[in-house]
């Protein structure tokens, strides 16, 4: 049996229990699962189709080629497209694509109008506040006013939501600024509704619903990284009832003892202060598995939680399996680098927090090299 030298596995049992955990929390308002960046590494039409068949009805993505994707596999689910558009032409694919935009200035009106006559289209647009992210958005309160007026009036427009984004919702000690933000959006984006009854109204990404979800969540909810059983606040997803769904594992495709002065890997960073093991693993940075946990990671095998040792290597890493002749035996053993096995387990937030980022970052990093599979194996139709 053939055993795969890395594979990324992922449950799609365990992003059910993440949305149905996140719409209890909405309580009636929309969830809208963020699938862009290949579903933060996860496989963007697996999850997409995941989401969907949980309770989501609506998807977010970031260019019009990841909403190119999704429609291309046959989902037909609303899809967002929250990313700038680089001109007319951009448009007129996100129209082609039954696709909603973001716009916040004029000037962007003008040319959804334009896109949508040349096409006999309709451009749906979201008109973004910016109340504090400080990217894409206008801080104007009265240009956005002016933008949603434009949107509603412009042939071939429609006006389908306004919607802002929390720069801190994820920092719980944050002075007040998650506050100051949801008040200014709030106050604005109902003056807008009473105006225009029938757009969504949508702020709250996963740390939001998890903070706030009575104020935060308005008609709909952005929610990325929990959907995927990632804690937003980059602490055990289990204390928010979140169930990691992805598993990356490799094997030991060697074990060789190393002797007291024997090195591993380049620049022999690692050199044996006593007799042992080593297994190496078939997995590296090329893969998405960092140079920057070099000496400072763990891996699951057969239940243990074992150091890894010198150098991160493109292809490679090596793991300290101890001077215990019997480590011999775990050769073609699965090792495990985010996931469990046994009573142990290691979290994507564990290796965010070894190299001083975010679980977004380690999921995101798993490259094309690493075969995503889904289990169970029968998912709905899209």
């Given at each position: 049996?053939?055993?795969?030298r890395a ?5 799609r049992?365990?992003?059910?229990h ?6 209890g ?8 699962a ?11 039409v ?13 998807l977010?993505?970031?260019t019009v ?8 596999a ?33 000037r962007?009106v ?7 006559a040349?096409?006999s289209?309709?451009?749906r ?12 958005g206008?801080?104007d309160?009265a240009?956005?006013s ?7 009036t ?8 306004v919607?802002?984004?929390?720069a ?9 600024f ?7 959006f ?9 105006e ?6 949508h702020?709250?990404?996963s ?5 706030e ?7 709909m ?6 959907v995927?059983g990632l804690?937003?606040f980059?602490?055990?997803?289990l204390?928010?009832d979140?169930d990691?769904?992805?598993t990356?594992?490799s094997?030991?495709?060697?074990v060789k003892p ?8 380049y ?14 693993l078939?997995?590296?940075?090329g893969d998405?598995?960092?140079r ?6 763990d ?6 939680r ?13 793991v300290d399996?101890?001077p ?7 050769c ?8 469990s ?12 927090g070894?190299m001083n980022t975010i679980?977004?970052?380690?999921t995101?990093?798993?490259s ?10 029968s998912a709905?139709?899209?």
């Amino acid at each position: 049996m053939s055993v795969a030298r890395a594979r990324a596995s992922v449950d799609r049992e365990a992003i059910a229990h993440n949305c149905d955990r996140l719409l209890g929390l909405l309580d009636g308002a929309a969830l809208c699962a963020v699938v862009k960046a290949d579903g933060y590494g996860h496989g963007a039409v697996e999850c997409a189709v995941g989401a969907l068949g949980a309770g989501a009805t609506w998807l977010a993505v970031t260019t019009v080629e990841e909403a190119s994707e999704l429609r291309d596999a046959g989902i037909e689910a609303p899809v967002l497209i929250m990313g700038a558009l680089s001109g007319r032409e951009e448009i007129e694919r996100a129209i082609e694509l039954r696709a909603d935009i973001v716009l916040w200035r004029e000037r962007s009106v003008t040319l959804a109008s334009e896109a949508a006559a040349l096409l006999s289209g309709v451009a749906r647009a979201h008109v973004k506040l910016d109340t504090g992210m400080g990217r894409l958005g206008t801080r104007d309160r009265a240009e956005a006013s002016r933008v949603v007026a434009a949107a509603a009036t412009a042939p071939g427009v429609q006006l389908a939501g306004v919607m802002t984004h929390f720069a801190t919702a994820d920092i719980p000690d944050d002075e007040g600024f998650f506050e100051r933000q949801l008040a200014a959006f709030a106050d604005w984006s109902g003056a807008v509704q009473a105006e225009h009854p029938d757009i969504l109204v949508h702020a709250a990404n996963s740390a939001a619903v998890l903070r706030e979800p009575r104020r935060a969540r308005f008609d709909m909810a952005r929610c990325g990284i929990a959907v995927y059983g990632l804690d937003p606040f980059n602490q055990d997803p289990l204390a928010h009832d979140l169930d990691p769904a992805l598993t990356l594992s490799s094997y030991v495709a060697e074990v060789k003892p190393c002797r007291v002065g024997e090195s591993t890997g380049y620049g022999r960073r690692y050199v044996a202060d006593h007799d042992t093991h080593l297994g190496v693993l078939p997995i590296g940075y090329g893969d998405g598995f960092r140079r920057a946990l070099s000496g400072g990671a763990d891996v699951l095998i057969a239940g243990s939680r074992l150091p890894l040792v010198g150098t991160v290597s493109m292809d490679n890493v090596a793991v300290d399996l101890g001077p215990d002749p019997a480590a011999l035996e775990l050769c073609g053993a699965e090792a495990v680098l985010i996931g469990s096995s046994g009573p142990e387990r290691i979290t994507a937030e564990e290796l965010a927090g070894r190299m001083n980022t975010i679980n977004y970052e380690i999921t995101c990093g798993l490259s094309a090299r690493v075969p995503r599979t889904y289990h169970p194996s029968s998912a709905p139709a899209p």
